[in-house]
């Protein structure tokens, strides 16, 4: 073995050093509640366009929610999806037994925006009807007659 790998000094059970060297990455640690809480209020009717960069902003402004991209990119698969925006561009939407879950009534009561309706051109005005008025006569041309020289 080349002596880097092995230490041949080393007192003690060597079951114990692989779990050592576990426990202190912050790979393995486990998304707390409150954690998941505060993920699920950044994803929740966001509007980034890809996954990605969802994952991207969450881990710039919340640097303590999840110890890797891998694992915030795994949460975001198991509790949210994207949808399409019917304002135009997609919008994030976390499941609804995941806002129930964590206790999140505001983020429950929110609404997808409705599409904008389309404007129709305005309809002829029905020509009013004439109560109680008599009907106008037709008016009468006069005829022009020549009278012969």
């Given amino acids: 073995f080349p002596p880097n790998l092995v230490d041949e000094n080393f007192v003690g059970d060597p079951s114990t050093i692989g779990a050592a060297a ?9 998304m707390t509640k409150d954690d998941i809480k505060e993920f699920a209020e950044f994803v929740h009717h966001s509007t980034y366009a890809s996954k990605d960069r969802l994952v991207e902003e969450l881990r710039t402004t919340k640097p303590k929610v999840t110890s890797s991209r891998a694992q915030a990119i795994r949460k975001l698969d198991s509790i949210a999806v994207k949808k399409k925006n019917p304002v135009g561009g997609v919008i994030w939407e976390v499941k609804r037994e995941v806002l129930e879950e964590m206790g999140l009534e505001k983020q429950l009561a929110m609404k997808m925006p409705e599409a904008p309706k389309k404007e129709e051109p305005p309809a002829k005005k029905p020509k009013k009807a004439t109560k109680g008025k008599k009907e106008a006569a037709p008016k009468k041309v006069a005829k022009v007659v020549k009278k012969p020289k």
């Fill in 22 to 30: 576990a426990a202190k990455t912050p790979v393995n640690q486990e």
